[in-house]
């Protein structure tokens, strides 16, 4: 029997899903103060008047701390609002009391709306995943949300710095299964360092 990609995708989901249920509080925490750290300390973000990125949920890379330094830093973060066709939108960040609850126990923004493209002025992307291949290949929770983000920052001028933020372990050696729609990263960020990927 010959498995599929999209059935090859499942299972990878499946098997980092359950790790990450294994991680606690503590774990998460001190992951995301790490990121944060070296996400400030990337020479593309240092340089960024915008990065987009994204609110982190239940066991995902914690971002609160990072999208709080990078306003503090003066950097003005884009945040992304999910469309009914799976498609996002963004708004500004303007501080964690304008975080609201929304589908799929999402947290976004509720200031004004900019527009799906607004994205493409950002120099910096930061895009959540579940797991990357050495070769950009990020697999993600199968909506396609991001892989039409990625496409678009793929046709601005000059493309973007899209980066995936990930545990440690989430680097994959093998390939990570894709699909003609799937748009590589180019480098992933874990608690354990910067790996630059392709």
Do not use: C, N
Request: aromatic share 4%; glycine share 12%.
């Amino acid at each position: 029997m010959t498995t599929t990609v999209r059935e090859a995708k499942q299972a990878l989901r499946e098997r980092i899903l359950t790790r990450r249920r294994e991680l606690d509080a503590t774990a998460l925490a001190s992951a995301a103060a790490r990121l944060r750290d070296l996400v400030r300390g990337l020479p593309e973000v240092a340089g960024a008047p915008t990065v987009a990125a994204y609110v982190s949920v239940g066991r995902e890379p914690g971002t609160g701390p990072l999208i709080e330094a990078l306003s503090d830093d003066g950097i003005d973060v884009l945040l992304p609002v999910l469309l009914p066709g799976g498609d996002l939108d963004w708004a500004r960040y303007a501080g964690p009391q304008h975080l609201v609850p929304a589908a799929r126990g999402l947290l976004e923004p509720d200031g004004e709306r900019l527009g799906p493209d607004a994205v493409t002025a950002a120099p910096v992307l930061l895009v959540p995943g579940l797991a990357v291949d050495r070769r950009g290949y990020r697999l993600g929770r199968g909506g396609g949300s991001y892989d039409r983000v990625l496409a678009r920052l793929l046709a601005s001028s000059p493309p973007a710095f899209a980066g995936v933020l990930l545990h440690d372990g989430e680097v994959l050696d093998m390939p990570v299964p894709h699909e003609p729609h799937d748009v590589p990263v180019d480098a992933a960020v874990t608690p354990g360092g910067v790996h630059r990927l392709r």
